[in-house]
T-cell receptor, first 109, second 113 residues
């Protein structure tokens, strides 16, 4: 069975903190993606990676960075969290279709 | 650029009734098409996908979808809805396997007794 896990289901952080969201897949997929989901805006692509140590900007990369040191792990980093980054963050891993993790609900206060 | 339109933001059906959720896509060549379902507070689960071949695709949980090239549509159907089908449904398109996917804005399904 396909398995994508995310490090936290719920996270509360303060403005200005550095935040790490981790995603792990066990399907040996090369492609991994980070999205944020907000009511009325749907899913928006933040960053994606086609291989280890490779990354590409998605549609809304500002305020975020990523790290892919190992094939199975793709981390999203908020260098200095802000309240407008309060959102649901979804990680996906891709073969011919994208498979999603359960999501991390991040609140920045 | 590829795009997806789900014209219905919210749909309400009675339990046991049939369901059809609409999806229209824009893409120049033959698209790869997907339907996902999301329960509240959860990630997205793949219901079914179309890459090529038979235009009627069967998925999990009793869902099916039909690819109609002439109408640029990929509508999702279920003959008899169960209360547990209440969720949000997303249609998506990509240019090929392993490529970026564009998602629609979703249709929320409410099921009433």
């Amino acid at each position: 069975d396909v398995k994508v896990t995310q490090s936290s289901r719920y996270l509360v952080k303060r403005t200005g903190e550095k935040v790490f969201l981790e995603c792990v897949q066990d399907m040996d997929h090369e492609n991994m993606f980070w999205y944020r989901q907000d009511p009325g805006l749907g899913l928006r692509l933040i960053y994606f990676s086609y291989d280890v140590k490779m990354k590409e900007k998605g549609d809304i990369p500002e305020g975020y960075s990523v790290s892919r040191e190992k094939k199975e792990r793709f981390s999203l980093i908020l260098e200095s969290a802000s309240t407008n980054q309060t959102s649901m963050y979804l990680c996906a891993s891709s073969g011919q279709a994208q498979y999603f993790g359960p999501g991390t609900r991040l609140t920045v206060t | 650029a590829q795009s997806v339109t789900q014209p219905d933001i919210h749909i309400t059906v009675s339990e046991g009734a049939s369901l059809e959720l609409r999806c229209n896509y824009s893409y120049g060549a033959t698209p790869y098409l997907f339907w996902y379902v999301q329960s509240p507070g959860q990630g997205l689960q793949l219901l079914l996908k179309y890459f090529s071949g038979d235009t009627l695709v069967q998925g999990i949980k009793g869902f099916e979808a039909e690819f109609k090239r002439s109408q640029s549509s990929f509508n999702l159907r279920k003959p008899s809805v169960h209360w547990s089908d209440a969720a949000e449904y997303f249609c998506a398109v990509s240019s090929g396997g392993y490529q970026k996917v564009t998602f629609g804005t979703g249709t929320k399904l409410q099921v009433i007794p």
